[in-house]
Structure formats: C-alpha cells, structure tokens
C-alpha cells in the first residue's frame, strides 16, 4: 500500500536532530527515514527508526498531572490542560508577586529551538534562564571562548577533507550524530588516519591506526607533552604561528618540563609513541582534525584538556582551515537575514543572575548560565530566593551528580514543573508534569543552522498525538495568555497558531514558509564557503594560549599539571560513556531499544576481576561511599584501563511506570555523592569522574 503523504521533518530521538521523511498511513507516522536532501541520504540511526514504538508507548505521562502526595510519592491526579495551565499560571502569579520575577529558574537541554524559551523567560522578567551543560559540555565551550574568542559551534570539523582525525574523549562512532558519522566514515575510506585516545576499547578504538589506552584523568599531561614535542622539535606551522597565535613564548615556556618521559609515568603511554605521534601529526598539518570533545563535565582539569587540543589545532595551524576547523557561516556571513528572534520581542533583564554567571564569574558565557550554581541559591536564598523552577526537556535527578543531595536543594521551591514526552525521575519528584507531544505529534519553530552552508529548518507535525499532550509551544504560548493579565508584556508570546510564529520569525529574510515544502530546510548559500579571518574575538585579536579574559578573572589557563589520584586498594575510579543504541537515560524504556539493550553491564580490567573473584557474567554490587547504587553484570575484559569501572549511563530507573526499565542494570550518578559540589573552577563544568567505587560479586 502506497504511503498516503510524506512529511519532511526533524528527529528528536537525540540532541542532533537530524532531518527525517515521514510515512504516513491511516494518519499515523508508518515509516521513518533520513531525509534524502540531506547528507544523510536516508540513513537514520536506531534511535530515530525507534520513533513510532515511542509515540505508540502508553507507558509515558498521557495527560497533565498535579501532585496531590508527597513529592515523589506518585500520587497524582489527572487534569485537563486547561486547568493544568491556569494552576501553573496561577502559581507563577503567586510567586512573582511575592519573590519577583527572578525568583523563576528554566533549564532546558539548549539546542535550536531555545530561542521560545528564552522568549519565555524574558517576558516573564527573569535571567534565570539555564542549560543543562554543567553535565555535558561547558568545559569545552569555555575552553573554545578562551582559545578562540567564539564558541564551539563556531568551527566546523571538516572531516571529509582532513587527513588525521584524533579522538580524545570523544567516541564518535557510538556517541551519535549520523552525518558525522558518515563523514567520519569517507574521510577513512579516502586513507585519512583516525587515532583514538580514550581508557576503555571503544568501536571508534576498533578504526583506528594508533589506541591509546590513558591512565584516567591523565589527558592533561598527555596533551602537554605533545605541545612539548611540537615546539623543541619545530614541527608546528611557524608561518601559522606568527600571524595567528599569541602567547607563544609563555607556552613555550610552561611545558619545557613536559616531556614525553614525564608523561609517560602519568598517562602510561611509552615515551616514544608521544613523539612519534607529534611527527605523524606534523605530517598532516594544517589537514588535522583534534577534537576538542563533547562530553568532557569529567575532571578538575577538563577545561584544560579541552583548551590543550584547541592549542595543538592551532599550533598545527588547522583552526580556520578546510580540511581542518574551519569557520562557519551565520546568515550574516553569507549575506543573508537571520531569523527574528522571539527573545527581542522583550527587553534584557538586567537583574544579575542567580548562578553568579556575568557578575561573580565573569569569564564565563551568561548565555545559559550554570544551574547547578542555580540550585545553590534555592537552597540557601543567596544571591536571593530562587521560588520556582520549570524544568522543560532535562532531567537533573538523572543528569546530575547525587541526585539525593539535589532533592534536598529543591526543597526550598514552591513549584517545580517538568515538560517531557517521557517519564523521568524529574517528572516523578515534581509538582506538575506537562506531558510534551513525540516530535513525530508536535511542531517546532523553525531554527538556524550555522555551516559551511548555513540553513533554516523546521520541524512539522507528521500526525496528531494518540495522547493528550501538546507542542512545546501550545504550552509555552498558552501560559504567556494566561499571564498577561498581570504582566501586559506577555501578550506578545501570546501566539494561537505556528504558522503565526514562523511568519514572525522569517520577517525580511526573503524565506517563505512555503519554500520549506520542498525539502524541509532551505540552504541560504549555494556551496560550502571557507571563510578567512584576519582576527580572532579574543582580547588580544589572536588565537589565545594564555586567555586574556581568564586572567582578568585571575585565573592561569596554563594550570599546573596535577596528577590524578590512583584509586586505592580494592577501589576503582568511576567512568561512563554512551552507547549506539539508547538516548541518555529517555529511550531506556522504549519498547524497540528497551529489546536492543536492557542494561547496563560493569566494564573491568580482567586483572582486577581476578583480584575480585570475579568472572565474566557475574552479578556485582557497585558501591561509593559504602553504599550500594545497585547490581549489575560484570563485563570482564582486557579492553579497559585497569583503574576505571566504565558503565553506559541512563539505567538503573526505579520507577514503577516504567515495566521495562525498572531495576535492570546501575545508575552512574547515584555513585557520585557530594559531586554537586565537585567542578571545574576554570571551565564551570561538574567532574562527574573525579569519584571512586567499590565492586563486590552479589
Ligand atoms: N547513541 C547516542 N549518541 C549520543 C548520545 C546518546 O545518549 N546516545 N548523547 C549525545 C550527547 S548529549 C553527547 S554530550 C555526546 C557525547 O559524545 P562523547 O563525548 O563522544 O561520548 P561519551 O560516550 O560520553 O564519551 C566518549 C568516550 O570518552 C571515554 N572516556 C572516559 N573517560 C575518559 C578519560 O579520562 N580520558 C579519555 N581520553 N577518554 C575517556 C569513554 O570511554 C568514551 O568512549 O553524544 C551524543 N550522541
Ligand atoms: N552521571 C552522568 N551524568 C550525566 C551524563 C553521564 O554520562 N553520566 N551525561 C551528561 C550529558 S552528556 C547530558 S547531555 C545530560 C543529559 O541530560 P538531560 O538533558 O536531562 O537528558 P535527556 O534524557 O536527553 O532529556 C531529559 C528529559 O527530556 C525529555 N525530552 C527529550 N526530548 C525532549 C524535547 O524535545 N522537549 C522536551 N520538553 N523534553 C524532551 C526526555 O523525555 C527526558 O525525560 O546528562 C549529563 N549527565
Ligand atoms: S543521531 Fe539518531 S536519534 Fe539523534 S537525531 Fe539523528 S537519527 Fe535521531
Ligand atoms: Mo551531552
């Protein structure tokens, strides 16, 4: 039977949001693939085919719910989003009239759609607006603001023309963006070397030429021993150096003592394989490709880590460079309008943030904040008293450290909200859970692709919800209605249609809605452009091995090397990763990946298996602090570093709505007590490994 209409549109399985085709049959989504006009070809990862088991799963918030227990009791009662909004209205009224309107905090998983949050928020009064990248990827961001001036998404990886990829902390292959994959895929078919630095065999180890196996919490020493060998054996891009780099001399300076002897007691790495690298990376200068990482919130060092690559890109002279990071284009850049943005709608806030970000830490990007800082000031009412949270697309009792100790901060909040299109631990311990339509249900405004060829795109409803929930912004709309009787203001995100958004939003950018039928984006250049600078965003115009803004927060980006600690007898440091064919801990319950992979398992080095008594298969109980986060199968093999216990993280639910996930498999997090407090002072990030655990056979 042939498909009743097709819907392009946009996964939202992940974070990468790849453009998809939708089948239709019966007015219901039938068939997912990678959009054909994208580079993608059609191809889609497991993930985004297991969208349709995710729409038809009843086992998800199905209408709004309001506590009417305890908090985390799940005890509830049912209401209709009419009432569901005027009760969170009401609250949010209630609140701001006592507290103010910076008394309300929003985090949200960042990404291209934030700009109605952001919208939110502003109209509301508020700066609290934050991200979830305290656990994610803050480090790097702040290490590329300090390198380079920009953020990270400012340079592209040009991986299909790049002939050294090196991934370090970064496991590209399983740790999923499709099209990156892809080209990371052509870029070795075409003889490009891969080399993988990580402490565990990962399968973009299984690609790769050269595997280093590191000591955990060792890259630091690593990465300094190969700026040692690129400066005293002169194979950085001098010519590169002299026009782009500044603080050359300092560097020069501060890793004399960086030898690769000297980091071969720390990482375990011989000697000469660091100096032979630093040569095969020469060799391909200015075609190399270090990447700097994605989910580096792991050590008290990490911001450093993350700096250190983008310092090796520079010194082989690849950042700004096809075939290595080169720039990418915002509309602007190419002579195009950008996409009006919603946050203009209301004048900027300018009450401080509630996180201490712009003002007590100024080097670091207000953007989105730091929420972790953000629940100091719930808990403790400094800088002031921080009343309610909403919560929209981030789960913190999974996505941060000690999740026990979190609850405790939030219980100085009169609301917490949760939107979600799944149950999460989150959803289960607030006062209200609006239920989020799949993306499959639901629309998105449209959002702006910076790139080689930079884009608009959007997301489009491929069929109605088969449950009672609504679009992300039927909620947010809906609840800036019912404030506007308050706060006048709020009329202006008052919006009763998408259609209304997107014509806002395409004003003067000579794009009509229409022009997104065709194939579901609309490329606003014709091909790749490489664009050259002159000068960097940094203080000093340059690419910055010492940070100008950094010092003027008194801090020293060029940090002395400290060497981790070595677990202690019987003890293993924590480690954790991801995995092909589950999201985070949100697709742990869905019925198709639930099937691919139910647990978790307990990666450790057969040489401590043995000292253990354990083998291969056996059910362990892992512990920090002495106590047990639960049990799990031990996975013994040689492909790991001795000191590290690595599991997948997202398992370990305990939520009896969740019949397929519920008790299989461990919850990384609740063996890191005490890590909301553990951080990287220099890069804002948590360090989620700088904690030990203890394996016991069960
Ligand atoms: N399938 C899938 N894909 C995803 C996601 C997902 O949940 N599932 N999530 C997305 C998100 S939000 C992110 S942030 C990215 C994350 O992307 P990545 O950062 O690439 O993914 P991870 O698996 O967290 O970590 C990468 C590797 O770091 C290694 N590692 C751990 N400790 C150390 C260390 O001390 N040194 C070194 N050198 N390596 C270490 C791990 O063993 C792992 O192989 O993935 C994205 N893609
Ligand atoms: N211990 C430990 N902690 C970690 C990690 C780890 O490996 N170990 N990984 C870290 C990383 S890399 C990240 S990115 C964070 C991830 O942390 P989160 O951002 O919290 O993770 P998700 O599970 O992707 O999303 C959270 C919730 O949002 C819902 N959701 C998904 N898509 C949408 C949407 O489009 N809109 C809305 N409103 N809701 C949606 C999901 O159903 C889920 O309940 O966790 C971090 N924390
Ligand atoms: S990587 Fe997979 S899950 Fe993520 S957006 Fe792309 S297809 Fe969807
Ligand atoms: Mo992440």
């Not at 054909?36 to 969208?51: E, F, I, N, T």
């Not at 639901?442 to 109605?464: D, W, Y």
């Not at 920090?624 to 013994?636: E, I, L, Q």
Request: include cysteine; hydrophobic fraction near 40%.
């Amino acid at each position: 039977m042939a498909a009743e209409e097709s819907v392009y549109s946009v996964c939202g399985m992940c974070s990468v949001r790849c453009p998809i085709l939708v089948e239709k049959r019966n007015g219901e989504a039938s068939w997912i693939m990678g959009n054909p006009h994208s580079p993608l070809k059609g191809g889609l990862c497991a993930r985004g085919a297991a969208g349709i088991a995710l729409e038809r799963d009843t086992e998800r918030p199905a209408t709004p719910l309001i506590r009417v227990g305890e908090r985390g009791e799940g005890k509830w009662r049912e209401a209709s989003w009419e009432e569901a909004l005027d009760y969170v209205a009401d609250r949010l009224k209630e609140i701001t009239a006592k507290h103010g309107a910076r008394s309300v905090l929003w985090s949200d998983r960042g990404g291209p759609f934030v700009d109605l949050h952001q919208a939110f928020m502003r109209g509301l009064g508020s700066p609290n607006y934050c991200n979830h990248d305290a656990s994610c990827a803050r480090n790097v961001q702040h290490a590329a603001l300090s390198v380079l001036g920009m953020g990270r998404k400012l340079v592209a990886y040009d991986f299909r023309n790049a002939k050294h990829i090196i991934l370090q902390t970064r496991n590209i292959l399983e740790a999923i963006n499709v099209a990156e994959c892809n080209a990371v895929m052509d870029a070795l078919d075409k003889g490009c070397k891969l080399s993988v630095i990580d402490i565990r065999s990962s399968v973009s180890a299984s690609k790769a030429s050269n595997f280093f196996m590191v000591r955990p919490g060792t890259d630091y020493a690593f990465n300094l021993a190969i700026i040692h060998e690129l400066i005293t054996k002169k194979l950085y891009q001098a010519d590169y150096v002299a026009k782009y780099v500044d603080g050359f001399d300092a560097l020069s300076a501060f890793v004399q003592p960086c030898t690769p002897e000297w980091a071969e007691k720390e990482t375990g790495i011989p000697a000469e394989r660091i100096t032979a690298f630093a040569q095969e990376l020469a060799e391909a200068a200015p075609n190399v490709i270090w990447h700097p990482g994605w989910m580096v919130a792991r050590y008290n060092d990490s911001f450093n880590v993350c700096r250190t690559a983008y310092i090796i890109n520079a010194l082989l002279g690849s950042v700004g460079v096809k075939g290595g990071l080169p720039l990418v284009n915002t509309p602007k850049d190419v002579g195009r309008k950008g996409l009006k943005k919603l946050v203009d709608l209301f004048p900027k806030p300018e009450e401080k943030r509630a996180d201490g970000v712009g003002w007590k830490h100024p080097q670091f990007d207000a953007g989105p904040g730091l929420v972790n800082l953000a629940y100091d000031a719930i808990a403790t009412g400094d800088p002031y008293p921080v009343k309610a949270y909403l919560c929209f697309r981030h789960d913190p009792l999974m996505a941060m450290p000690d999740p026990e100790a979190l609850k405790r901060k939030w219980e100085g909040l009169d609301l917490l909200v949760s939107v979600t299109f799944s149950w999460s631990d989150t959803a289960w311990h607030s006062d209200v859970v609006l239920p989020l339509s799949t993306y499959l249900s639901r629309e998105s405004i449209i959002a702006s692709k910076a790139g080689l060829k930079p884009q608009f795109f959007v997301r489009k409803r491929a069929m109605q919800p088969l449950l009672n929930t609504r679009a992300d912004w039927e909620i947010l709309c809906g609840l800036a209605a019912r404030l506007s009787d308050v706060n006048p203001e709020m009329k202006k995100l008052a919006f009763t249609s998408i259609e209304d958004i997107w014509n806002y939003q395409l004003q003067d950018t000579g794009v009509s809605v229409a022009d997104f039928d065709a194939k579901g984006f609309v490329e606003l250049a014709d091909a790749p452009l490489y664009r050259e600078v002159e000068t960097y965003p940094t203080p000093s115009g340059k690419l910055e091995m010492v940070s100008g803004k950094w010092s003027k927060a008194n801090i020293d980006t060029l940090k002395p090397y400290a060497s981790p600690a070595r677990p202690a007898p019987g003890e293993f440091r924590i480690a954790f990763g991801r995995v092909g064919v589950h999201t985070q801990g949100h697709t742990v319950n869905n019925p198709l990946l639930h099937e691919q992979m139910p647990e978790n398992v307990a990666w450790m080095h057969t040489s401590r298996a043995e000292e253990l008594g354990i083998a291969d298969g056996d059910m362990v109980e892992v512990a920090s602090a002495g106590k047990p986060a639960g049990r799990m199968k031990a996975f013994v093999t040689e492909c790991i570093h001795p000191e590290a216990l690595f599991m997948v993280h997202g398992f370990g639910h305990r939520l009896p709505v969740e019949s397929r996930a519920i008790g299989r498999g461990v919850a990384d997090q609740e063996l890191m007590p005490g890590g909301l407090e553990v951080w990287d002072r220099s890069g804002g990030g948590l360090s989620l490994q700088e904690h030990f655990v203890t394996v016991r056979k069960a």
